[in-house]
């Protein structure tokens, strides 16, 4: 069963993610489920509207925050002990300024962590028109390099669909 098959693959990509989720931090498109409920949920779908597109089509947003995540204004620098994303960074028209801006909410030692489609395997453009970025292991790994944030961990998420990072502010 395909459903089936798509909602175990979420799961897979969330365990990967809900390690970082120990103190205050974000869930940055978070849509219809954060990865954990301690996390602030920020997504352009206000809480309880309904979603418009893709998985998310009909599902009601749980976010916490009304913002898109390139703009996190409502924190402080320094303020957050993490920052996950799951399938979200691909939809910025520029994914080093997104970085850049979880960066500077995150405090030293705070982590970073996204799941993104693995390029090699999945025409992310083609399966989204709001994909707006690609992302393979290299491309993904560079951009983390140019925003100054040290990887710790890399990987498959799901085989042939996504690739994770983890990186940590210095």
Sequence with gaps: NLRLRFFGNMEMERKILEKLCQGRGADIG??????????????????GQLGK???????K??????????SLSMFNNDELD?????HNLEHYRNPLNTLLEW?????RGGKIGVVVPDDRY???????PTHYSAFTPTILRELFFQAGIE????????????????????
Excluded at 53 to 59: D, I, R, S, V, Y
Excluded at 82 to 86: E, F, L, S
């Design 30 to 47: 978070c849509g219809s489920s954060k990865i954990t409920s301690g996390c602030i949920g920020v997504d352009l779908t206000g809480h």
């Design 53 to 59: 597109l893709g998985c998310e089509k009909n599902q």
């Design 61 to 70: 947003s749980v976010a916490d925050i009304k913002a898109s995540g390139d």
């Design 82 to 86: 993490y920052i996950v994303a799951k």
């Design 103 to 107: 960066k500077r909410v995150v405090r």
């Design 122 to 128: 999945v025409n992310t453009m083609a399966l989204d």
């Design 151 to 170: 990887v710790l961990e890399e990987g498959t998420a799901v085989k042939h669909w996504s690739i994770f990072l983890i990186g940590c502010k210095g």
